[in-house]
């Protein structure tokens, strides 16, 4: 097995504060910019729209009309300075995705004013309250471990401020997505997207070991879009990158999709395409379109003949025709006036009015 940070961890406590954010978030942003510039000699900034008041998004479509999808009685409404999350890891298992073999997922959890500590499957899943939605969360590319930590705990507490009185469970999917060793951008993004279409098998792993009690939601963010789009693809028996789920299709059960940034082809969700059958294991998605998310405006030179990322077309006329009875499951919410010209994921989470908009999508609390 591949070894690095996470297998030096083993029970080991940990906390949320590791290196220098600062230089983190320069580092990233450096990474895109690199490769925005590798792949093309200009820059084009869109205008930001006005868009006037906020307004979140109506509930989706032909959700339940019941106000309450728990039990009665819970016990699990954590705040969001009485955090209890997981992080489930697949950094170590660069060789098992590629080849598609099991792999013991490694799992921690922060649980109250505990630090992280080295935890199991069976603890995670032991640990579920009946009823109570399940969001998994997947991040994008060049996401260091450190700015993971970090990232996952703001973004507990993000959620968790938009319904501070309903319960959830919140789950962090952390993948290999900055140990790719390549001197070209350009390639390097490509191949860590194929990556993050790989991991989208262990994602869908993950939600199957989760009773069909608790309603899904899938949040992902930049190639993490991938990597939900793919888990859903394969759930309903479709093939990625040339492979399939050895169990078939899976059952439906409610899930609900939260795209962010999503680095996807506008069209890779409409049926025949890229993860055509993906809309089939989802009950509602939402996409934050922004038109001016720099990195993604020059996502079409990525490769000949390259429609547009669907977070700065949104859904097309076209595709909308294509999606069929499916187009009422999707929803476009713009997000270009709040995040501006910001792609990396903390242009999301420091955004109250972001988790607001998508608040239904993640407590199924309409």
């Known amino acids: 097995m591949a070894t690095g940070f996470m297998t030096s961890l083993g029970s080991q406590h940990f906390t949320v504060a590791q290196g220098n954010p600062v230089l983190q978030r320069c580092r990233r942003y450096w990474l895109i910019i690199v490769w925005a510039f590798a792949w093309t000699p200009w820059m084009a900034f869109g205008q930001l729209p006005d868009q006037g008041g906020f307004l979140p998004p109506p509930a989706p479509a032909g959700s339940p009309t019941e106000p309450s999808y728990f039990p009665a009685e819970t016990s699990f409404v954590r705040d969001a300075c009485d955090p209890d999350y997981w992080i489930i890891s697949t950094r170590c298992a660069e060789a098992e995705v590629e080849a598609g073999v099991h792999y013991d997922y490694q799992v921690y959890r922060f649980d109250g004013p505990n630090p992280g ?11 579920l309250q009946p009823g109570v939605p399940v969001c998994f969360m997947a991040h994008g590319s060049f996401v260091t471990w450190d700015s993971m930590l970090t990232d996952s705990a703001e973004t507990y507490r993000w959620l968790r401020r938009a319904a501070p009185c309903q319960p959830v469970h919140i789950i962090f999917y952390t993948w290999a997505s900055d140990d790719i060793h390549c001197s070209i951008p350009g390639l390097r993004v490509n191949l860590l997207g194929r990556r993050a279409s790989l991991n989208g098998f262990y994602l869908a792993d993950l939600v199957s070991k989760v009773s069909d009690r608790h309603p899904i939601c899938l949040i992902g963010h930049s190639h993490g879009t991938r990597m939900v789009s793919a888990a859903l693809h394969s759930m309903g028996g479709g093939c990625v990158e040339g492979r399939s789920l050895a169990g078939g299709p899976q059952p439906p059960r409610r899930i609900r999709v939260v795209l962010a940034a ?12 890229r993860f055509g059958l993906a809309l089939n294991q989802s009950e509602a998605l939402i996409n934050l379109r922004n038109h001016s998310d720099l990195p993604l405006t020059l996502y079409p030179l990525r490769r000949p003949i390259s429609g547009k990322a669907l977070a700065v077309s949104g859904f097309t006329k076209r595709d909308r025709a294509a999606l069929g009875a499916a187009n009422r499951k999707v929803i476009d919410y713009d997000v270009t006036r709040i995040v501006g010209v910001g792609h990396i994921w903390d242009n999301y989470y420091s955004q109250p009015r972001i988790a607001d908009a998508i608040r239904h999508y993640v407590y199924f609390d309409e």
Do not use: K
Request: charged residues 25%; hydrophobic residues 35%.
């Open 262 to 273: 999503a680095a996807i082809d506008h069209d890779w969700l409409n049926p025949n395409e």
């Open 117 to 127: 500590r080295g935890s199991s499957m069976d603890e995670l899943l032991s640990s």
